[in-house]
Protein backbone atom coordinates (compact mmCIF):
# COMPACT_ATOMS: atom_id res chain seq x y z
CA UNK A 1 0.00 0.00 0.00
CA UNK A 2 1.73 3.42 -0.84
CA UNK A 3 1.48 5.94 1.65
CA UNK A 4 2.78 8.64 -0.88
CA UNK A 5 1.58 9.07 -4.08
CA UNK A 6 3.22 11.61 -6.47
CA UNK A 7 1.49 12.48 -9.81
CA UNK A 8 2.86 14.59 -12.52
CA UNK A 9 4.13 17.02 -10.10
CA UNK A 10 5.26 20.78 -11.53
CA UNK A 11 6.58 23.21 -9.17
CA UNK A 12 7.12 26.41 -10.64
CA UNK A 13 8.58 29.71 -8.55
CA UNK A 14 8.26 33.26 -9.89
CA UNK A 15 12.09 34.74 -9.98
CA UNK A 16 11.50 38.66 -9.57
CA UNK A 17 14.22 40.28 -10.97
CA UNK A 18 14.04 43.49 -9.79
CA UNK A 19 10.99 42.72 -6.80
CA UNK A 20 8.69 45.84 -6.43
CA UNK A 21 6.38 46.12 -4.07
CA UNK A 22 6.50 49.97 -3.54
CA UNK A 23 3.09 51.94 -4.42
CA UNK A 24 4.72 54.41 -7.26
CA UNK A 25 5.86 51.80 -9.71
CA UNK A 26 2.02 50.02 -9.09
CA UNK A 27 0.89 53.43 -10.01
CA UNK A 28 2.96 54.09 -12.97
CA UNK A 29 1.69 50.22 -14.23
CA UNK A 30 4.60 48.15 -14.33
CA UNK A 31 4.15 45.28 -13.78
CA UNK A 32 6.03 42.65 -11.26
CA UNK A 33 8.79 41.14 -13.68
CA UNK A 34 9.61 38.03 -13.14
CA UNK A 35 10.83 34.63 -14.97
CA UNK A 36 9.55 31.21 -14.53
CA UNK A 37 11.63 28.86 -12.61
CA UNK A 38 10.59 24.98 -12.83
CA UNK A 39 12.17 24.00 -9.60
CA UNK A 40 10.33 20.49 -10.16
CA UNK A 41 8.97 19.28 -13.77
CA UNK A 42 7.28 15.82 -13.72
CA UNK A 43 7.68 14.05 -10.96
CA UNK A 44 6.23 10.73 -10.33
CA UNK A 45 7.05 8.04 -7.71
CA UNK A 46 5.05 6.71 -4.68
CA UNK A 47 6.70 5.41 -1.19
CA UNK A 48 5.28 2.13 0.16
CA UNK A 49 4.15 1.85 3.98
CA UNK A 50 7.19 1.28 6.15
CA UNK A 51 9.75 2.35 3.73
CA UNK A 52 12.40 4.75 3.90
CA UNK A 53 13.32 6.96 1.23
CA UNK A 54 16.42 8.74 0.10
CA UNK A 55 16.46 11.70 -1.73
CA UNK A 56 19.70 13.28 -2.90
CA UNK A 57 21.25 15.42 -5.36
CA UNK A 58 22.92 18.48 -5.45
CA UNK A 59 21.96 22.15 -3.74
CA UNK A 60 19.08 23.10 -5.69
CA UNK A 61 17.77 20.27 -7.26
CA UNK A 62 14.62 20.57 -6.11
CA UNK A 63 14.78 18.22 -2.60
CA UNK A 64 13.47 20.44 -0.16
CA UNK A 65 10.75 21.93 -2.51
CA UNK A 66 9.66 18.19 -3.06
CA UNK A 67 9.41 17.57 1.38
CA UNK A 68 8.24 21.64 1.43
CA UNK A 69 5.54 20.09 -1.12
CA UNK A 70 4.49 16.76 0.87
CA UNK A 71 4.42 18.55 3.74
CA UNK A 72 1.69 20.58 2.05
CA UNK A 73 3.55 24.29 2.96
CA UNK A 74 3.95 25.04 -0.57
CA UNK A 75 1.20 23.79 -3.08
CA UNK A 76 1.58 21.93 -6.39
CA UNK A 77 1.93 24.27 -9.88
CA UNK A 78 0.83 20.71 -11.67
CA UNK A 79 -0.25 17.59 -10.87
CA UNK A 80 -0.86 16.11 -7.46
CA UNK A 81 0.07 14.48 -3.94
CA UNK A 82 -1.23 11.80 -2.46
CA UNK A 83 -0.24 11.45 1.49
CA UNK A 84 -2.35 8.78 3.78
CA UNK A 85 -1.50 9.47 7.63
CA UNK A 86 -0.15 11.94 9.83
CA UNK A 87 2.75 13.77 8.55
CA UNK A 88 5.32 15.35 10.69
CA UNK A 89 8.03 17.12 9.24
CA UNK A 90 11.57 18.00 10.23
CA UNK A 91 12.64 20.77 8.01
CA UNK A 92 13.86 23.52 10.70
CA UNK A 93 13.92 21.86 14.34
CA UNK A 94 12.00 23.91 16.91
CA UNK A 95 10.35 26.31 13.86
CA UNK A 96 8.79 28.15 15.98
CA UNK A 97 9.73 28.57 19.20
CA UNK A 98 9.68 31.52 21.13
CA UNK A 99 13.26 32.99 23.37
CA UNK A 100 11.10 34.26 26.25
CA UNK A 101 8.89 31.59 26.87
CA UNK A 102 10.15 28.66 28.83
CA UNK A 103 11.36 25.08 27.83
CA UNK A 104 8.43 23.92 29.22
CA UNK A 105 6.18 26.87 27.64
CA UNK A 106 7.63 26.05 23.73
CA UNK A 107 7.47 22.41 24.45
CA UNK A 108 3.40 22.78 24.61
CA UNK A 109 3.28 25.62 21.93
CA UNK A 110 5.48 23.36 20.12
CA UNK A 111 3.51 20.44 19.87
CA UNK A 112 1.12 22.10 19.33
CA UNK A 113 1.89 23.34 16.63
CA UNK A 114 2.81 19.81 15.27
CA UNK A 115 -0.83 19.41 16.18
CA UNK A 116 -0.10 17.06 19.04
CA UNK A 117 -3.29 17.44 21.69
CA UNK A 118 -2.65 19.25 24.90
CA UNK A 119 -3.08 15.83 27.11
CA UNK A 120 -1.39 13.82 24.62
CA UNK A 121 1.87 16.40 25.37
CA UNK A 122 1.36 16.14 29.29
CA UNK A 123 1.73 12.26 28.71
CA UNK A 124 5.04 12.77 26.63
CA UNK A 125 5.89 15.24 28.26
CA UNK A 126 8.80 13.50 30.48
CA UNK A 127 9.99 11.43 27.78
CA UNK A 128 10.30 14.73 25.36
CA UNK A 129 12.66 16.16 28.42
CA UNK A 130 14.51 12.87 29.20
CA UNK A 131 15.09 12.33 24.93
CA UNK A 132 16.69 16.09 25.05
CA UNK A 133 18.47 15.54 28.51
CA UNK A 134 17.85 19.31 29.58
CA UNK A 135 15.82 18.50 32.43
CA UNK A 136 17.67 21.19 34.44
CA UNK A 137 16.90 24.06 32.18
CA UNK A 138 13.09 22.74 31.16
CA UNK A 139 12.20 26.15 33.44
CA UNK A 140 14.49 28.39 31.95
CA UNK A 141 13.59 31.01 29.28
CA UNK A 142 15.18 29.44 25.60
CA UNK A 143 16.84 32.15 25.00
CA UNK A 144 19.22 31.11 28.03
CA UNK A 145 19.46 27.95 25.86
CA UNK A 146 22.64 27.62 24.01
CA UNK A 147 21.64 26.74 20.12
CA UNK A 148 22.73 22.46 20.75
CA UNK A 149 20.55 22.74 23.26
CA UNK A 150 17.41 24.22 21.93
CA UNK A 151 18.09 22.01 18.75
CA UNK A 152 18.14 18.84 20.96
CA UNK A 153 14.57 20.16 22.39
CA UNK A 154 13.17 20.71 19.09
CA UNK A 155 14.26 17.00 18.16
CA UNK A 156 12.74 16.06 20.81
CA UNK A 157 9.01 16.86 20.17
CA UNK A 158 9.28 16.45 16.56
CA UNK A 159 9.85 12.65 16.85
CA UNK A 160 7.55 12.64 19.89
CA UNK A 161 4.50 13.68 17.77
CA UNK A 162 4.44 10.30 16.57
CA UNK A 163 4.02 10.86 12.94
CA UNK A 164 2.83 7.88 10.13
CA UNK A 165 4.91 10.10 7.83
CA UNK A 166 8.20 11.57 8.82
CA UNK A 167 9.88 13.95 6.36
CA UNK A 168 13.74 15.01 7.25
CA UNK A 169 15.68 17.35 5.49
CA UNK A 170 18.84 17.13 6.75
CA UNK A 171 18.46 18.27 9.95
CA UNK A 172 20.93 15.37 11.72
CA UNK A 173 23.92 17.11 10.13
CA UNK A 174 24.08 19.49 13.07
CA UNK A 175 24.70 18.30 16.78
CA UNK A 176 27.59 16.52 18.44
CA UNK A 177 27.89 12.93 17.49
CA UNK A 178 26.50 11.51 20.78
CA UNK A 179 23.45 12.98 19.74
CA UNK A 180 23.60 12.17 16.39
CA UNK A 181 23.70 9.03 16.96
CA UNK A 182 20.58 9.16 19.36
CA UNK A 183 18.99 10.03 16.28
CA UNK A 184 19.60 7.69 14.01
CA UNK A 185 18.32 5.09 16.80
CA UNK A 186 15.32 6.90 16.80
CA UNK A 187 15.00 6.95 12.85
CA UNK A 188 15.84 2.90 13.03
CA UNK A 189 13.19 2.66 15.73
CA UNK A 190 10.58 4.76 13.60
CA UNK A 191 11.79 1.81 10.98
CA UNK A 192 11.18 -1.02 13.25
CA UNK A 193 7.38 0.36 13.55
CA UNK A 194 6.65 0.30 10.08
CA UNK A 195 6.97 3.94 9.45
CA UNK A 196 7.43 6.15 6.47
CA UNK A 197 10.24 8.24 6.23
CA UNK A 198 11.43 10.27 3.20
CA UNK A 199 15.20 11.95 3.91
CA UNK A 200 16.87 14.12 1.93
CA UNK A 201 20.52 14.25 3.05
CA UNK A 202 24.05 15.14 1.58
CA UNK A 203 25.37 12.24 3.61
CA UNK A 204 25.74 9.53 1.17
CA UNK A 205 27.07 6.52 3.43
CA UNK A 206 23.70 6.74 5.57
CA UNK A 207 21.62 6.96 2.77
CA UNK A 208 22.91 3.49 1.63
CA UNK A 209 23.31 2.50 4.85
CA UNK A 210 19.63 3.20 6.17
CA UNK A 211 17.25 3.26 2.88
CA UNK A 212 15.50 0.57 1.43
CA UNK A 213 15.12 2.76 -1.90
CA UNK A 214 16.63 6.41 -2.92
CA UNK A 215 15.77 8.80 -6.10
CA UNK A 216 18.40 11.14 -7.36
CA UNK A 217 17.30 14.73 -8.20
CA UNK A 218 18.63 16.15 -10.93
CA UNK A 219 17.68 19.89 -11.75
CA UNK A 220 14.24 19.31 -10.84
CA UNK A 221 13.82 15.56 -12.57
CA UNK A 222 13.92 12.26 -11.48
CA UNK A 223 17.69 11.29 -12.41
CA UNK A 224 17.02 7.87 -11.82
CA UNK A 225 15.15 6.28 -8.93
CA UNK A 226 15.52 2.05 -7.58
CA UNK A 227 17.42 0.66 -5.08
CA UNK A 228 19.74 2.83 -3.16
CA UNK A 229 23.51 1.83 -3.40
CA UNK A 230 22.48 2.05 -7.28
CA UNK A 231 21.31 5.55 -7.47
CA UNK A 232 24.12 6.75 -4.74
CA UNK A 233 26.54 4.97 -7.67
CA UNK A 234 25.57 6.98 -10.47
CA UNK A 235 25.17 10.17 -8.57
CA UNK A 236 28.20 9.93 -7.65
CA UNK A 237 29.42 8.82 -11.19
CA UNK A 238 27.61 11.85 -12.72
CA UNK A 239 29.48 14.26 -10.57
CA UNK A 240 32.66 12.71 -11.76
CA UNK A 241 32.06 13.46 -14.89
CA UNK A 242 31.58 17.17 -14.24
CA UNK B 1 -13.51 24.97 8.92
CA UNK B 2 -13.50 21.45 10.12
CA UNK B 3 -9.27 22.00 10.12
CA UNK B 4 -9.60 25.09 12.34
CA UNK B 5 -11.72 23.17 14.75
CA UNK B 6 -9.10 20.74 14.81
CA UNK B 7 -6.59 23.68 15.29
CA UNK B 8 -8.36 25.12 18.37
CA UNK B 9 -5.98 23.88 20.75
CA UNK B 10 -3.52 25.46 18.41
CA UNK B 11 -5.24 28.66 18.31
CA UNK B 12 -5.24 28.86 21.99
CA UNK B 13 -1.47 28.53 21.98
CA UNK B 14 -0.81 31.27 20.35
CA UNK B 15 -3.34 33.33 21.96
CA UNK B 16 -1.54 32.85 25.11
CA UNK B 17 2.15 32.62 23.90
CA UNK B 18 1.30 36.28 22.75
CA UNK B 19 -0.34 37.00 25.97
CA UNK B 20 2.51 35.98 27.59
CA UNK B 21 4.98 37.73 25.67
CA UNK B 22 3.16 40.61 25.69
CA UNK B 23 3.88 40.88 29.55
CA UNK B 24 6.77 39.19 30.06
CA UNK B 25 9.60 40.77 31.41
CA UNK B 26 7.41 43.93 32.82
CA UNK B 27 7.01 43.56 37.40
CA UNK B 28 3.21 44.41 36.64
CA UNK B 29 2.44 42.27 33.82
CA UNK B 30 -1.19 40.87 33.69
CA UNK B 31 -2.19 44.18 35.32
CA UNK B 32 -1.37 46.25 32.58
CA UNK B 33 -4.45 45.26 30.83
CA UNK B 34 -6.66 46.76 34.10
CA UNK B 35 -3.95 49.70 34.40
CA UNK B 36 -3.90 51.05 30.54
CA UNK B 37 -7.66 51.85 30.31
CA UNK B 38 -7.73 53.09 34.31
CA UNK B 39 -5.01 55.32 33.27
CA UNK B 40 -6.83 56.71 30.63
CA UNK B 41 -9.47 56.99 32.60
CA UNK B 42 -8.18 58.93 35.20
CA UNK B 43 -6.73 61.25 32.38
CA UNK B 44 -10.33 61.69 30.52
CA UNK B 45 -11.50 62.99 33.81
CA UNK B 46 -8.75 64.83 34.61
CA UNK B 47 -8.69 66.91 31.57
CA UNK B 48 -12.03 66.72 30.57
CA UNK B 49 -14.16 66.72 33.71
CA UNK B 50 -11.93 69.08 35.96
CA UNK B 51 -10.60 71.48 33.34
CA UNK B 52 -12.37 71.99 30.10
CA UNK B 53 -16.04 71.09 32.07
CA UNK B 54 -17.06 69.73 28.31
CA UNK B 55 -20.96 69.70 28.99
CA UNK B 56 -21.61 66.00 28.39
CA UNK B 57 -23.01 64.23 31.41
CA UNK B 58 -20.55 61.37 32.40
CA UNK B 59 -18.13 62.19 30.01
CA UNK B 60 -15.15 59.83 30.95
CA UNK B 61 -17.87 57.03 30.41
CA UNK B 62 -18.83 58.21 27.48
CA UNK B 63 -14.93 58.46 25.87
CA UNK B 64 -13.88 54.93 27.27
CA UNK B 65 -16.84 52.97 25.42
CA UNK B 66 -15.98 54.31 22.39
CA UNK B 67 -12.21 54.51 22.87
CA UNK B 68 -11.46 50.79 24.22
CA UNK B 69 -13.99 49.62 21.35
CA UNK B 70 -11.82 51.82 19.25
CA UNK B 71 -8.50 50.18 20.54
CA UNK B 72 -9.72 46.76 20.59
CA UNK B 73 -10.33 47.41 16.42
CA UNK B 74 -7.30 49.64 15.72
CA UNK B 75 -4.59 46.98 17.81
CA UNK B 76 -6.22 43.77 16.13
CA UNK B 77 -5.84 45.13 12.27
CA UNK B 78 -2.52 46.70 13.85
CA UNK B 79 -1.47 43.15 15.11
CA UNK B 80 -3.53 40.73 12.30
CA UNK B 81 -1.93 42.97 8.82
CA UNK B 82 1.90 41.66 9.58
CA UNK B 83 0.43 38.52 11.44
CA UNK B 84 1.35 36.37 7.99
CA UNK B 85 4.68 38.18 7.67
CA UNK B 86 5.97 38.22 11.21
CA UNK B 87 5.49 34.30 11.66
CA UNK B 88 7.13 33.77 8.09
CA UNK B 89 9.61 31.56 10.42
CA UNK B 90 6.83 29.61 11.06
CA UNK B 91 4.68 29.07 7.92
CA UNK B 92 7.96 28.36 5.68
CA UNK B 93 9.21 25.04 7.91
CA UNK B 94 5.54 23.89 9.17
CA UNK B 95 2.03 22.97 7.58
CA UNK B 96 -0.91 24.87 9.57
CA UNK B 97 -4.06 26.04 8.37
CA UNK B 98 -2.85 29.72 7.84
CA UNK B 99 -6.46 31.77 9.04
CA UNK B 100 -4.86 30.91 12.72
CA UNK B 101 -2.70 33.81 12.50
CA UNK B 102 -4.53 36.61 11.93
CA UNK B 103 -7.30 34.91 14.21
CA UNK B 104 -5.01 34.25 16.90
CA UNK B 105 -3.92 37.57 16.82
CA UNK B 106 -7.31 39.29 16.89
CA UNK B 107 -8.55 37.10 19.35
CA UNK B 108 -5.16 37.95 21.62
CA UNK B 109 -6.87 41.54 21.32
CA UNK B 110 -10.62 40.68 22.29
CA UNK B 111 -9.12 39.03 25.79
CA UNK B 112 -7.65 42.41 26.37
CA UNK B 113 -10.60 44.16 25.41
CA UNK B 114 -13.03 42.24 27.91
CA UNK B 115 -10.33 43.02 30.60
CA UNK B 116 -10.67 46.69 29.98
CA UNK B 117 -14.09 46.37 30.29
CA UNK B 118 -14.05 45.27 33.40
CA UNK B 119 -12.54 48.91 34.49
CA UNK B 120 -15.23 50.58 32.59
CA UNK B 121 -17.62 48.76 34.32
CA UNK B 122 -15.90 49.45 37.82
CA UNK B 123 -16.06 53.29 36.53
CA UNK B 124 -19.84 52.86 35.79
CA UNK B 125 -20.41 51.32 39.21
CA UNK B 126 -18.36 54.29 40.71
CA UNK B 127 -20.32 56.84 38.80
CA UNK B 128 -23.88 55.10 40.19
CA UNK B 129 -25.34 54.55 36.62
CA UNK B 130 -27.96 52.51 36.48
CA UNK B 131 -27.98 49.91 34.18
CA UNK B 132 -30.67 47.94 32.38
CA UNK B 133 -31.87 44.53 30.33
CA UNK B 134 -30.26 46.26 27.65
CA UNK B 135 -27.20 44.69 29.02
CA UNK B 136 -28.36 41.53 27.35
CA UNK B 137 -27.23 43.12 23.61
CA UNK B 138 -23.19 44.08 24.83
CA UNK B 139 -22.58 40.33 24.04
CA UNK B 140 -24.00 40.49 20.88
CA UNK B 141 -22.38 43.60 20.14
CA UNK B 142 -19.09 42.52 20.82
CA UNK B 143 -19.41 39.85 18.40
CA UNK B 144 -20.21 41.68 15.79
CA UNK B 145 -17.63 44.06 16.24
CA UNK B 146 -15.23 40.42 16.13
CA UNK B 147 -17.00 39.23 12.82
CA UNK B 148 -16.64 42.50 11.32
CA UNK B 149 -12.93 43.01 12.82
CA UNK B 150 -11.80 39.26 11.57
CA UNK B 151 -13.04 40.23 8.11
CA UNK B 152 -11.07 43.55 7.72
CA UNK B 153 -8.55 40.86 9.42
CA UNK B 154 -8.06 38.63 7.19
CA UNK B 155 -7.94 41.07 4.36
CA UNK B 156 -5.52 43.07 5.23
CA UNK B 157 -3.44 40.09 6.00
CA UNK B 158 -3.54 39.02 2.75
CA UNK B 159 -2.72 42.40 0.88
CA UNK B 160 0.03 42.83 2.75
CA UNK B 161 1.82 39.38 1.79
CA UNK B 162 1.68 40.98 -1.55
CA UNK B 163 1.80 44.49 -1.43
CA UNK B 164 4.41 46.17 1.60
CA UNK B 165 3.37 49.75 1.32
CA UNK B 166 0.34 48.81 3.30
CA UNK B 167 1.99 48.95 6.74
CA UNK B 168 3.01 52.93 6.07
CA UNK B 169 -1.39 53.13 4.67
CA UNK B 170 -2.41 51.61 7.34
CA UNK B 171 -1.65 54.01 10.16
CA UNK B 172 -3.14 56.87 7.77
CA UNK B 173 -6.06 54.45 7.46
CA UNK B 174 -7.21 53.99 11.07
CA UNK B 175 -6.41 57.79 11.35
CA UNK B 176 -8.83 58.71 8.53
CA UNK B 177 -11.07 55.92 10.15
CA UNK B 178 -10.57 56.93 13.92
CA UNK B 179 -11.89 60.62 12.92
CA UNK B 180 -14.98 59.26 11.09
CA UNK B 181 -15.91 57.19 14.37
CA UNK B 182 -18.07 59.25 16.99
CA UNK B 183 -15.25 59.08 19.17
CA UNK B 184 -14.56 62.54 20.59
CA UNK B 185 -17.97 63.87 19.29
CA UNK B 186 -21.48 63.17 19.53
CA UNK B 187 -23.02 61.28 16.40
CA UNK B 188 -25.64 64.07 16.74
CA UNK B 189 -23.27 66.59 15.44
CA UNK B 190 -23.19 64.75 11.97
CA UNK B 191 -25.31 66.48 10.00
CA UNK B 192 -28.74 64.39 9.47
CA UNK B 193 -28.54 64.16 5.56
CA UNK B 194 -25.19 62.14 6.16
CA UNK B 195 -25.85 60.36 8.97
CA UNK B 196 -27.37 57.36 7.63
CA UNK B 197 -24.14 56.91 5.57
CA UNK B 198 -22.37 57.97 8.19
CA UNK B 199 -23.45 54.98 10.23
CA UNK B 200 -22.91 52.19 7.38
CA UNK B 201 -19.36 52.47 9.11
CA UNK B 202 -19.74 49.73 11.50
CA UNK B 203 -17.52 51.51 14.10
CA UNK B 204 -19.50 54.02 14.27
CA UNK B 205 -23.21 52.18 14.68
CA UNK B 206 -20.89 50.04 17.23
CA UNK B 207 -20.01 52.65 19.38
CA UNK B 208 -23.45 54.14 19.56
CA UNK B 209 -24.63 50.96 20.55
CA UNK B 210 -21.86 50.70 23.44
CA UNK B 211 -23.01 54.31 24.47
CA UNK B 212 -26.37 53.30 24.65
CA UNK B 213 -26.06 49.90 26.34
CA UNK B 214 -23.45 51.39 28.97
CA UNK B 215 -24.57 54.75 29.43
CA UNK B 216 -28.13 55.72 28.45
CA UNK B 217 -29.39 51.97 29.36
CA UNK B 218 -30.86 52.52 25.81
CA UNK B 219 -31.85 49.20 23.37
CA UNK B 220 -29.71 49.89 20.38
CA UNK B 221 -31.94 50.63 17.21
CA UNK B 222 -32.96 47.53 15.63
CA UNK B 223 -33.04 49.10 12.07
CA UNK B 224 -28.94 50.03 12.64
CA UNK B 225 -27.90 46.93 14.28
CA UNK B 226 -29.45 44.82 11.64
CA UNK B 227 -27.54 46.88 9.20
CA UNK B 228 -24.51 46.82 10.54
CA UNK B 229 -24.80 43.00 11.19
CA UNK B 230 -25.20 42.39 7.30
CA UNK B 231 -22.28 44.66 6.69
CA UNK B 232 -19.74 42.22 9.70
CA UNK B 233 -20.93 39.38 7.94
CA UNK B 234 -20.25 40.64 4.18
CA UNK B 235 -17.10 42.06 5.54
CA UNK B 236 -16.36 38.31 6.89
CA UNK B 237 -17.25 36.57 4.06
CA UNK B 238 -14.97 39.28 1.48
CA UNK B 239 -12.00 38.94 4.19
CA UNK B 240 -12.19 35.20 4.06
CA UNK B 241 -12.49 34.53 0.52
CA UNK B 242 -9.57 37.36 -0.51
CA UNK B 243 -7.47 35.28 2.18
CA UNK B 244 -8.57 31.86 1.49
CA UNK B 245 -7.72 32.67 -2.68
CA UNK B 246 -4.47 33.73 -2.22
CA UNK B 247 -2.85 31.69 1.04
CA UNK B 248 -1.54 28.63 -1.50
CA UNK B 249 0.85 31.46 -2.52
CA UNK B 250 1.70 33.24 1.18
CA UNK B 251 4.71 30.57 1.55
CA UNK B 252 6.71 31.69 -1.39
CA UNK B 253 6.18 35.26 -1.12
CA UNK B 254 7.16 35.87 2.47
Known amino acids: MSVIEVNNLSKMFRLYHERTYSLKERLLGRRNIYEQFWVLKDINFAVEKGEMLGIIGVNGSGKSTLLKLIARILYPTEGSIGTKGRISALLELGAGFQPDLTGRENIYLNGSILQLPKREIDRRFDGIVQFSELEKFVDIPLRNYSSGMQMRLGFAIAVNVNPDILLIDEVLAVGDEAFRQKCYEKISEFQRNEKTILYVSHNLPTVRKMCDGAIWFDQGRIGKKGKSDEVVDSYLSSLKRK | ?254
Request: hydrophobic share 55%; glycine share 4%; charged share 15%.
Open chain 2, 1 to 254: MRELFQYRELIKSFVIRDLKIMYKNSYLGFFWSFLNPLCRAVVFYIIFDKIFHVGIEHFVIYLLCAILAWMFFADSLNCATFSIVNNAGLIKKVYSPLEIYPLSSILTRIVNFLLSLVVLFLWILFCRIKLNFSLLYLPLIILIQLIFTIGIGFFLAAAYVFFRDLGHLLELILLVWFYFTPIFYKVEMVPIRFRFFYLLNPMAALITFYRDILLYSRYPDLKLLGITTITSIISLVIGWSVFNFHSQRFAEEI
